[in-house]
C-alpha cells in the first residue's frame, strides 16, 4: 500500500514538552474521500479528540482496529490518522454507595490518569476537562459533587482548588503529558451548582490557581456552549474580564445540527478573542455518518431529528464537517488553537440482543448513563439511562476499524481526492392535506462525494416504512399522522417525510410564507430580548419557520389570528410548542385560547424540554352565524424562559 508519511511536532507551544518527538502518520495514497486542502494550517494545530469512554468500551469487550482489521492501540491508530491531542472528561466522584459506575466512561480521575498514560506513549498531549460534578455538566445542569453539598462559596472554592491540583497531580504522576486544564464544562450561566456569576468566578478562579500552582506552562481553558444564540459569547468574555477571571482559552461547543452557522461560530469567536485577547479553540464537534442505531437505545441524531443536514449524513460528509470545522477555526489565525472531536469511538458494544449489551453498560458504564445515576440524577439518567447515543457520529465502524473520515485529521492540511460517485439525495419534507392527492417527486438532486449534485429519477417504495400503502395516506378515514417513505435514486437510498395534516382555516399557520399581516403578536413587558419569526428547523416543528421568544427578563405576550368567513358549526383549535428553562409544569401560565361568539375558550399547556414537542388543543368551539373566530396563545414565564410556537391550527371538529 501507497502511504503519504509525514511527521507531527509535541506541540512544545501548547504543552511545554521538554523536546520534540517525530511520530509517523500514515494515510493511504487513495483515501477514499475527498479533502479540501486547508491553505496555511499550521502542523501545531490543534487536531484533537475526545474519547472519554474509551476505557470502559475496553472492559465492555470492544477491540479497535487497524484500517486492515488487526486489532491495534487506539491512541496508535488516532496518531497514525492525524490526531496529535486527545481530551478526557473528568468527573469527580461518578459512582453509588456501593461502588457502582454512573456511565459515560465512569470518567474520575483515575480513569483520565490512564487515558493520559495511554496518549502519552503515542505523545498525545492531554487536555483535562474538569466538570465538578458527579456526573454529565452542560447548559442543562450543573450540579455541585454529593460531597461538596451545602458548602458555601468559600468553602468550596478551597475545596475545587484541592480536588483540581490534587486529581492533575495524579494525572502526571501515571505520566500523562497535560497540556491544557478545562475548569468547567459547557459552563453557559452556571457551574458546580451556582448560577451567580461572582460566585461561578469565585469557582472558576479556584481551578485556575490550582492549575498555575501546578504548572506554569500548562493553559486554562473556560468552555461555554450555544454559540447561535446573539451576543452571549461576547456578554460572557465581557463578566469574566469584569471579575478578573484568570485564562487562557476560551472554548466553545460546536454541533453543526444544534449551534447555527459556521459563519457565526467565526464571528463570535473573532469577537471574544479581540475583546479578550485570549486565544479560543472549538473543545467539542461531531457528525453523523448514517441514520443507522446499532446497539439498540436510540441516537441523538436519528432520521426523525428535524434538524438542517448542512452535509451528507455519510463517511464522506463526516470527513466535509470535521475538515470545514478545522478549516473555520484556523482561519482566525494565530487566536486559534484548534478542534477536538467528540467521542468517536464510543461505538456499539458486544451484544446480540440490546438486554446482552445492557449488562455490559450497566456492569462497565459503557452507555450514557447506567440506572445506578438515578441516586444522583433522578430526573433525566434516572429516567433514560441507556447505551451509546452516539455510536452514528463515531469515526470508527461498529467492528472497531476506522473509517475514512477519521484521516481527515491528517489529510486537511494537503487535501485529498477519489474516484466521484454518488453518496447521498436530499430528504423530501411533504406536507399534504387530507383529502387532497399525495404527489410524490419523480426527481431527486443526488449529492456526490466531491459536493456536486445531479438530478436523478427516483423510484419510490409502494408501502410506509410502518407497512401502510402510500396510495391511501390521505384518505379521511386515515387522520392526521406522520409516516417515512424510502426510494432509490442512482443506487442511493431516499427519505421522503409525509405529514398529513388537517384542512385549516388559518393563513400562513406555520410562519412559513414572508406575508405575517394576518398574526398580531405583543410583548406585554415591552422589554423581551427575543419575540420574532426564527428561520431555525433545529426549533420549528415544521418546516424551518417559528415563533420564537426568549428573554433574560419576564417573558409574557400575546399571539393571534382572527378568521372570517367560517360556516357556522364546531371547530377545534391546536397549535404546537416547545421550550425550557420555565421552572416547574404547574409554575408556567401558558394558555391556548380561542374566542367566538362572545364566548372565551381556554387550555393550558407547559414546555418542558427542547423538541419535547406538546399539542394542547380545544374542541367543541362554538362558531356562529357572523363566521368569526380569534385563535391564539398567551405566555407568562418567568426571567430566562425560552421556547417556539408552530403549526397553528383551526379545523372542522
Known amino acids: 500500500m501507497n502511504k503519504i508519511l509525514f511527521s507531527l511536532a509535541c506541540l512544545a507551544a501548547f504543552t511545554g514538552c521538554e523536546k520534540k518527538a517525530?511520530?509517523?502518520?500514515?494515510?493511504?495514497e487513495n483515501p477514499g474521500i475527498f479533502v479540501k486542502k486547508v491553505n496555511g494550517l499550521p502542523d501545531t494545530f490543534i487536531r484533537g479528540v475526545d474519547i472519554s469512554t474509551v476505557l470502559a468500551q475496553e472492559e465492555s469487550g470492544v477491540i479497535y482496529r487497524d484500517r486492515d482489521g488487526t486489532p491495534q492501540d487506539i491512541f496508535k491508530t488516532l496518531r497514525e490518522n492525524g490526531v496529535n491531542y486527545i481530551r478526557v472528561?473528568?468527573?469527580?466522584?461518578?459512582?453509588?454507595?456501593?461502588?457502582?459506575?454512573?456511565?459515560?466512561?465512569?470518567?474520575?480521575?483515575?480513569?483520565?490518569a490512564e487515558i493520559g498514560k495511554r496518549a502519552a506513549k503515542y505523545n498525545l498531549p492531554l487536555l483535562v476537562d474538569f466538570h465538578y460534578s458527579d456526573f454529565w455538566a452542560d447548559p442543562a445542569k450543573q450540579q455541585a459533587p454529593r460531597a461538596w453539598k451545602g458548602m458555601g462559596i468559600e468553602e468550596k472554592s478551597e475545596a475545587l482548588y484541592a480536588y483540581t491540583k490534587e486529581s492533575l497531580e495524579q494525572i502526571k504522576k501515571a505520566g500523562a503529558i497535560i497540556g491544557m486544564v478545562q475548569i468547567g464544562n459547557e459552563t453557559t450561566g452556571a457551574m458546580c451548582g451556582e448560577t451567580n456569576w461572582l460566585q461561578i468566578s469565585k469557582l472558576m478562579n479556584a481551578g485556575a490557581k490550582a492549575v498555575r500552582d501546578y504548572s506554569k506552562d500548562v493553559k486554562v481553558v473556560v468552555h461555554f456552549a450555544n454559540p447561535e444564540k446573539a451576543g452571549e459569547y461576547l456578554r460572557y468574555a465581557k463578566i469574566l474580564k469584569n471579575n478578573e477571571v484568570d485564562y487562557d482559552v476560551f472554548a466553545s461547543s460546536y454541533y453543526p445540527f444544534w449551534h447555527g452557522t459556521l459563519d457565526n461560530l467565526k464571528t463570535v469567536l473573532r469577537q471574544v478573542a479581540e475583546f479578550s485577547g485570549k486565544k479560543v479553540m472549538v473543545a467539542e464537534f461531531s457528525y453523523v455518518n448514517t441514520y443507522q442505531d446499532f446497539d439498540g437505545s436510540g441516537n441523538s441524531i436519528s432520521e426523525d431529528s428535524a434538524i438542517d443536514n448542512p452535509y451528507s449524513v455519510s463517511v464522506q460528509g463526516q470527513a466535509d464537517c470535521i475538515r470545514e470545522i478545522i478549516a473555520a477555526t484556523a482561519s482566525l489565525g494565530d487566536k486559534a488553537l484548534g478542534v477536538f472531536y467528540w467521542e468517536p469511538a464510543w461505538i456499539p458494544v458486544p451484544g446480540n440482543t440490546k438486554e446482552e449489551r445492557q449488562l455490559l453498560w450497566e456492569k462497565y458504564g459503557s452507555g450514557w448513563a447506567s440506572s445506578y445515576a438515578a441516586?444522583?440524577?433522578?430526573?433525566?439518567?434516572?429516567?433514560?439511562?441507556?447505551?451509546?447515543?452516539?455510536?452514528?457520529?463515531?469515526?470508527f465502524d461498529a467492528e472497531g476499524k476506522p473509517l475514512a473520515s477519521l484521516?481527515?485529521?491528517?489529510?486537511?492540511g494537503r487535501g485529498a481526492s477519489t474516484q466521484v460517485k454518488a453518496d447521498s439525495a436530499e430528504e423530501q419534507n411533504i406536507r399534504v392535506r387530507l383529502g387532497d392527492s399525495l404527489e410524490?417527486?419523480?426527481?431527486?438532486?443526488?449529492?456526490?462525494?466531491?459536493?456536486?449534485?445531479?438530478?436523478?429519477?427516483?423510484?419510490?417504495n409502494s408501502k410506509t416504512e410502518d407497512g401502510k400503502e402510500v396510495s391511501t395516506l390521505t384518505k379521511s378515514g386515515n387522520g392526521p399522522?406522520?409516516?417515512?417513505?424510502?426510494?432509490?435514486?442512482?443506487?442511493?437510498?431516499?427519505?421522503?417525510?409525509?405529514?398529513?395534516?388537517?384542512?385549516?382555516?388559518?393563513?400562513n399557520p406555520s410562519f412559513?410564507?414572508?406575508?405575517?399581516?394576518?398574526?398580531?403578536?405583543?410583548?406585554?413587558?415591552?422589554?423581551?430580548?427575543?419575540?420574532?419569526?426564527?428561520?431555525?428547523?433545529?426549533n420549528a416543528k415544521s418546516g424551518t419557520k417559528s415563533l420564537h421568544f426568549w428573554s433574560d427578563t419576564a417573558v409574557n405576550f400575546r399571539v393571534e389570528q382572527t378568521v372570517t368567513g367560517l360556516k357556522p358549526g364546531l371547530y377545534k383549535?391546536?397549535?404546537?410548542?416547545?421550550?425550557?428553562?420555565?421552572?416547574?409544569?404547574?409554575?408556567?401560565?401558558?394558555?391556548?385560547?380561542?374566542?367566538?361568539?362572545?364566548?372565551?375558550?381556554?387550555?393550558?399547556?407547559?414546555?418542558?424540554?427542547?423538541?419535547?414537542?406538546?399539542?394542547?388543543?380545544?374542541?367543541?368551539?362554538?362558531?356562529?352565524?357572523?363566521?368569526?373566530?380569534?385563535?391564539?396563545a398567551s405566555v407568562n414565564l418567568k426571567a430566562g424562559s425560552w421556547g417556539n410556537l408552530d403549526d397553528f391550527v383551526l379545523t372542522p371538529q
Not at 393550558?604 to 362558531?623: E, H, L, M, Q, Y
Open 22 to 28: 517525530h511520530v509517523t502518520t500514515t494515510i493511504p
Open 89 to 112: 472528561r473528568v468527573w469527580n466522584n461518578p459512582y453509588d454507595q456501593n461502588g457502582n459506575g454512573f456511565g459515560g466512561g465512569n470518567n474520575d480521575s483515575a480513569k483520565a
Open 375 to 395: 441516586v444522583y440524577d433522578p430526573d433525566d439518567a434516572g429516567k433514560y439511562w441507556g447505551g451509546s447515543a452516539w455510536d452514528n457520529q463515531a469515526l
Open 407 to 412: 484521516a481527515t485529521f491528517g489529510l486537511a
Open 440 to 460: 410524490l417527486p419523480t426527481e431527486v438532486s443526488v449529492i456526490n462525494n466531491d459536493g456536486s449534485k445531479t438530478n436523478a429519477s427516483v423510484t419510490w
Open 481 to 507: 399522522a406522520e409516516y417515512k417513505v424510502y426510494g432509490s435514486a442512482d443506487g442511493i437510498s431516499v427519505l421522503a417525510k409525509i405529514a398529513v395534516i388537517e384542512p385549516n382555516y388559518l393563513e
Open 512 to 538: 412559513e410564507e414572508k406575508d405575517l399581516s394576518m398574526w398580531k403578536w405583543e410583548d406585554l413587558t415591552g422589554k423581551m430580548k427575543e419575540l420574532k419569526i426564527e428561520d431555525n428547523k433545529n
Open 573 to 632: 383549535f391546536s397549535l404546537v410548542i416547545h421550550g425550557g428553562d420555565a421552572g416547574a409544569s404547574d409554575a408556567q401560565d401558558i394558555k391556548i385560547f380561542a374566542k367566538s361568539g362572545g364566548k372565551e375558550y381556554q387550555e393550558k399547556t407547559s414546555a418542558d424540554g427542547w423538541r419535547n414537542f406538546r399539542t394542547p388543543d380545544i374542541r367543541g368551539i362554538k362558531v356562529g352565524a357572523d363566521g368569526k373566530a380569534t385563535v391564539g
